[in-house]
């Protein structure tokens, strides 16, 4: 599935408000939600995602146009399981008692998404990338 470019960005946005919020509120509630978008995102692929479903609703209502352009949804939905394995671990970890290991964990991910919303970097989508890489690179091997 192809997704417009502007969607995961959207998304990035979202993601460090909230868990900027959680982080100062120090609230696992809103932490849990996070983690649940973060799911059901990297679970059930970028078409369930409730930020993504958002972005497509305020697309549609204030007639943002066509994508400049589009992207395989692959590395933004990695980068979304890579984000519930570090807010999970970070909920867990809070919710365990070792609040400093799991805000630790939580402003990782504040850092990355903040990265994304401010310069379209996407690290996850990075890490993704390199490693097709290497997947095709020993498969190319194995094969010679």
């Known amino acids: 599935m192809e997704i417009d470019v502007r969607g995961p960005r959207f998304s990035a946005a979202l993601t460090f408000l909230v ?8 609230s696992t509630v809103l932490l849990a939600v ?9 679970l059930a692929g ?3 995602s409730p930020y993504g479903n958002l972005f497509r609703l305020l697309k549609r209502r204030l007639d943002w146009g066509p ?10 939905r990695f980068s979304q399981l890579m984000g519930l394995l570090f807010t999970g671990a970070g909920l867990a970890a809070v919710l365990a008692g070792a609040s400093v290991l799991g805000w630790a964990l939580v402003l990782v991910v504040v850092a990355l998404s903040g990265l994304l919303a401010a310069t379209g970097l996407c690290v996850g989508c990075e890490m993704y990338a390199i490693g097709r890489r290497l997947v095709g690179g020993s498969r190319t091997e194995s094969r010679a």
């Open 46 to 48: 970028l078409r369930w």
């Open 19 to 26: 868990l900027a919020a959680a982080f100062a509120a120090q």
């Open 67 to 76: 994508p400049p352009a589009t992207e395989p949804e692959a590395g933004p």
């Open 34 to 42: 996070q983690v649940a978008v973060f799911a059901v995102s990297a």
